[in-house]
């Protein structure tokens, strides 16, 4: 079950194939269309597997860095987020997490 604006269903995963991969230093960032009308905040959720932090704690501070950066940044409507992380985002300060989030923000493919 899905907060509203945050949390993407498992159902709505397939549909990535067909959107954007934008790869960046911290992480890849997948972007597809939503299909249900925009809602007042953007769908977006942070996938941190094992492999990446092993740590229960690790990787739950890697999705509170993400989605602190992601809610502060303005991001248009009408698309579903997914960021996948890389074991970069525990190393590096948040001014250098924050860059790197924007760069990969506004990569164009």
């Known amino acids: 079950m899905c907060k509203e604006g945050m949390g993407v269903s498992h159902a709505l995963f397939p549909r990535f194939r067909s959107g954007k991969h934008l790869r960046g230093a911290i992480g890849t960032l997948h972007i597809a269309v939503d299909s249900q009308p925009p809602l007042i905040k953007p769908r977006f959720t942070v996938v941190v597997p094992r492999k990446v932090a092993p740590l229960a704690v690790d990787r739950n501070r890697i999705k509170r860095r993400i989605r602190g950066l992601f809610t ?34 506004t990569q164009k493919t």
Do not use: C, E, R
């Open 72 to 105: 502060t940044q303005a991001v248009p409507l009408g698309f579903i987020y997914v960021f996948y992380p890389s074991k970069q985002v525990l190393l590096i300060s948040h001014q250098d997490l924050k860059k790197a989030f924007l760069q990969l923000l």
